[in-house]
């Protein structure tokens, strides 16, 4: 099969990439680099079945020869991350809503399946758990700009969902619970490349609010497994699904843990959110998936030990961090 891969040289596009290549597939990615790297893909340079095209989702022209020219779309270019998207509101709401529009437009012109990523941040500010993909949304107002990015993403769901109802298109939406490991990085908000930065250069690891809201991590080898399987699953069509670990950790433990596996000699401070991310941040307290449609589904949940994967993750960067 030949897939194209959005977001290619991101962090999950590229260890998908990677999956994609060793299952003998061939692979396109696109990457207009925006919070992506070609150092997540210079692996995968004149490997055969590869190929890479710097460019945005939003050139039309560009987009529909390779959507054509493919059998399954798997769609992750996004403007991603908290800190990204506060800064770049409107260029984020434009990825995020006129890019997937541009993706499952052609998907449906030339009748391709597609797999939408869309995230856990969907779900809004809720304390209870676990998270089932029935569940309501709820947000903050829009003049807080953090629930933008939820709420685009929430119109690509609906974007997908019409195409599916009205045109049988052939799409399959999964929600991504925060995801970690080898590539990520903490450029643009993402809490535990950041945390282990800190660590390893033994500089204060900055807990944003007071620690206690919690999250479970999941690890990127284990997200690209389950959307592989999604991939080749009739009966996720036209469904949304979620994709996330079940160790519920607090954000001072994870730090504490960090920490600890670095052998740093970090102090841990804790920082106000308005001094972080300004007025326009809200955080959400808990985000625990049900993983119940996903096992049903595919015969297979995330299960990679929280302590594992961090321990995967700083061998990483200590080969990066100076
Ligand atoms: N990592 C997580 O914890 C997480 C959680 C929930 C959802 N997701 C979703 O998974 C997907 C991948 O996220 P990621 O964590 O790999 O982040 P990432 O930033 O590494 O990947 C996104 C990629 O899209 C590219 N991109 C952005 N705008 C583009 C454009 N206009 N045209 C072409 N490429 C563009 C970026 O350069 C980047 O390589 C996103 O859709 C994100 O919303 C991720």
Redesign the pocket.
Known sequence: MKILV??????????LCDHLLAQGHEVSA????????LD?IVHLHEKQGFTYVN?????KDRLELLIKDCDTIV???????VK?VIENPLLSM???IN?TENILKFANRYKKRVL??????VYGKHLHAPLREDDNVIYGPPSTMRWS?AAA?LIDEFMAFSYHRTKKLDVVVF??????GP???GL?G?VVPRFIQQALRDEPITVFGDGQQTRT??Y?QD?VEAIYRLMSCERATGDVVNIGGTEEVTIIDLAERIKALCRSNSEIVFVPYEKAYGRDFEDMMRRVPSLEKLESLIDYSPNTPLDEILGKTIEYYRSKVT
């Open positions: 959005t977001g290619g040289a991101g962090f999950i596009g590229s260890h696109i990457d207009d680099l925006s919070t992506g790297s997540n460019d945005t989702i939003l050139n769609h992750l270019a996004a403007a991603v991350g990204y434009e990825i995020n890019g939408v990523a869309s995230t856990s941040e990015y993403k929600r991504c619970f925060n995801t970690i590539r990520q990085t643009y993402m991590f999941t990127v997200v």
